[in-house]
Structures are given as structure tokens and as C-alpha cells.
């Protein structure tokens, strides 16, 4: 037991020990450093609250710049650039065209090419700089219908539907029952009523002919 | 920077410098270091006018010179590689093996005749996370290092005592070779 606390305090002494730095130095020798550090940075920040205050001088220099560059850019394209004719439509012509371009006198044709199929174009400049593109169909255009509302497309009836339609007018209740009750049973077998044919008289009839001829 | 302010911070450096080196050096075990470590502590608490109100001024420098301080030690690692001539703590504790069970030869005889000195390497050789607490015990409680290392007062009791129990058992070889070559 004894050497245990014996070790403990040779632990503990040797910690104190081993603890210690020795030779520091001062505290007034240690402010000094710190202050002088500290004046340091000072005016590190002091230069480096210099540059920003330069780099925005710069930033403003390159934006006056841009926009005037900006400025004379449009007012070459205003002024300065080629004149732009006016398009007069003619109804109807497709938008979707290329090789549109100002003829370089007024009155001569312009070229174009019109990008929708069966089209066929010209444009030409008329002396107050309107350009006029005139389109018609061409010849391999296909005329289709206009799409209907309806569908299927209604038509004119034909000749056993119009009289149909006027015997279900015209008829009696009767008659109409009739015709359903006939066509009740169609698998059935077809029965036709008798035939009653008189015998012919051949002398009468041979004298009613030959009247017939006189007439 | 103001003229109380300024009395205020000398002040400051004036009552803890000592005790910020102390800890530095429980980290770096390099004077110098540990001076610079301390400076740098005390720069960070300049810049961010830190030291008023503080409610525990011992304990809020242990902690920001503890930090100085490890960041210095990782920076300067290869530098501050301690006098066990190795590159890797097993290695440091190797070498403190030698030096407990005598294996060392003539010029660990001579070390392990400066008892002080054997004892500090044997220390230098626990794992940093024991020697680091250790270290720091022989100025601060277990509170004031829990908050400086940012861990568990449990955990740095935890961690004292098993530095202490390896420390025991490697001195008391130390010492039983230490007699039988009397």
C-alpha cells in the first residue's frame, strides 16, 4: 500500500514536471509581440480595404465602357445599317419563307423561296421600300376539304330512303303495323294468297282486240 | 482599438499567458511552439474582442489555446515528432518499452539514469489521447479539460485513469530494473 501512494506521488511529481515549460517568456515581452502582430494585420486590412475601393474604380471604368459600346452598336443598327422593307401580306400566304431579301432596286423582284409545299411566291419592292410578297397555290398543290364538324360527313339520301321517309309521313298507324308485323318473322316460309285466273272467252276477247286496233 | 479595451486585453495576456502556454505545451511539448501556439490564441481573442464578459476566462482560454494548439501540432507534425526518434507513436512506445524493461543499451542506461527524464518519456509515449488529459491534469480539473478538449468529464476521468494504470505499470519496471543494477 505504501508504494502505491509512494508511485502515485512519483506520478504526480513527475506530471508537475513534465508539465512545466521552463523559461517562458514574459508576459509584457509576450503583449508586445501580440500588439506588434496586431499592428501587422492592421495594416494588411488597411491595404486590403485599398484594393476593393481600386477594383470598383476598374469595375466602373469597364461598365462605362460596355455601355457605351452598347450605345454606338445601336445606333449604327438604327441609323447607320441597311434600310428594312416593310412586308405587305398578301391573305392566306405562309409565314415560314427564306431567301427573302430586298431587292436592290424598287420595283424588281426579290428572291424568295416559301417552305411550305404547293406554294408558290414573289416579292418585289415598291418605291415607298414596302416589300410585297404576293403567294398563290401551285400546280402541285392538293385542294383538300375543309375538316367538318360532323362526323361521319352527312349526305343526300338516296331514292329508297327518301321513300322510306315519305311512307313513314304519309302512312296510317295501321298500315305502318302492318308492315312491322310482316317483317316479324322473316326466318319463316313465304306464303303467297291464291291466285284466282277466270278463263279466257275467245271470241270476246278476239272482239275487243280487234277494237282496240280500230281506235 | 480603444484605450480600457486595450488595458482590458493586456490585462488578460498578463493573468493567463503563463497558464496558455502551459497548456500548449501540454500539447506541442515544444517551447517555442507553445509560445506561438499561445500568441496565435491570443490573436483570435483580439480579433473577436472575445475577452469581455466572459464568465470563466480560465477555462475560455485552456479551450482556445488547446485549439491553437492542435492545430499547430497537425500543421507542424513532422516537425514535432518528440524525442522518441520515431515516426509513429507505436514506435514511441517501443522505444519507452526498451527504456522500461532496460533492453535500451548504454545510452538507455544513461536516460534511464535521469529518473525525471524517463518518466517524461514514458509519458511522451502514451497514445495522445491519454497523454493529451494527462498532461493538462497537472494544471486543470477534469471539468476544465473536458470543456478545453471538448469531451465528457466522464470520458477525460475515463481516459486519466488508464494513463495513470500504464504509467504505474511501466514505472514500476522501470524502477525494478532501476535497483537491480545498483
Known amino acids: ?215 | 482599438m480603444r484605450a480600457d479595451d486595450e488595458a482590458e486585453f493586456a490585462g488578460l495576456v498578463e493573468r493567463q499567458w503563463r497558464f496558455a502556454c502551459k497548456v500548449a505545451w501540454a500539447v506541442l511539448r515544444n517551447r517555442q511552439d507553445a509560445e506561438d501556439a499561445a500568441q496565435e490564441a491570443f490573436l483570435k481573442i483580439l480579433r473577436a474582442r472575445a475577452w469581455r464578459g466572459l464568465r470563466d476566462e480560465r477555462a475560455f482560454v485552456a479551450r482556445t489555446v488547446w485549439r491553437a494548439a492542435v492545430e499547430e501540432w497537425s500543421s507542424r507534425r513532422a516537425r514535432l515528432r518528440r524525442q522518441a526518434d520515431s515516426t509513429h507513436d507505436a514506435e514511441g512506445l517501443a522505444a519507452a518499452d526498451r527504456v522500461a524493461d532496460g533492453s535500451l543499451g548504454p545510452e538507455g542506461i544513461v536516460v534511464a539514469a535521469n529518473w525525471e527524464a524517463a518518466v517524461h518519456r514514458l509519458i511522451d509515449s502514451l497514445p495522445e489521447e491519454l497523454r493529451q488529459p494527462l498532461a493538462l491534469s497537472a494544471e486543470l480539473s477534469s471539468r476544465e479539460i473536458a470543456a478545453a478538449m471538448g469531451i465528457a468529464v466522464g470520458t477525460v476521468r475515463t481516459r486519466l485513469m488508464r494513463a495513470r494504470q500504464i504509467l504505474r505499470e511501466k514505472m514500476a519496471t522501470l524502477e525494478e530494473k532501476r535497483y537491480a543494477r545498483r
Not at chain 1, 45 to 72: D, E, H, T
Not at chain 1, 119 to 135: D, F, I, Y
Open chain 1, 1 to 215: 500500500m505504501r508504494d502505491d501512494e509512494q508511485l502515485e506521488e512519483k506520478i504526480d511529481a513527475a506530471l508537475r514536471s513534465y508539465a512545466e515549460p521552463g523559461d517562458l517568456c514574459e508576459p509584457r515581452v509576450a503583449l508586445a509581440r501580440l500588439r506588434a502582430r496586431a499592428g501587422q494585420e492592421r495594416s494588411g486590412w488597411s491595404r486590403l480595404r485599398f484594393a476593393p475601393r481600386k477594383l470598383g474604380i476598374w469595375m466602373s471604368a469597364a461598365a462605362g465602357a460596355f455601355g457605351a459600346l452598347v450605345l454606338i452598336a445601336g445606333l449604327v443598327w438604327v441609323f447607320g445599317g441597311p434600310a428594312v422593307p416593310q412586308i405587305a401580306w398578301v391573305p392566306g400566304a405562309p409565314r415560314a419563307m427564306t431567301g427573302l431579301t430586298a431587292p436592290a432596286a424598287p420595283g424588281r423582284r426579290a428572291e424568295l423561296k416559301v417552305m411550305e409545299r404547293g406554294w408558290e411566291g414573289s416579292a418585289k419592292t415598291h418605291p415607298n421600300q414596302a416589300l410585297e410578297v404576293r403567294l398563290h397555290a401551285g400546280p402541285g398543290r392538293e385542294v383538300r376539304l375543309p375538316k367538318l364538324e360532323v362526323f361521319p360527313t352527312p349526305q343526300p339520301l338516296s331514292p329508297e330512303e327518301q321513300a322510306l321517309v315519305a311512307f313513314a309521313a304519309s302512312a296510317s298507324p295501321e298500315l305502318k303495323h302492318e308492315v312491322i308485323e310482316g317483317q316479324g318473322d322473316l326466318s319463316g316460309p313465304i306464303t303467297i294468297a291464291e291466285l284466282k285466273i277466270q278463263p279466257l272467252d275467245e271470241e270476246d276477247s278476239h272482239k275487243q282486240l280487234i277494237k282496240k286496233e280500230m281506235k
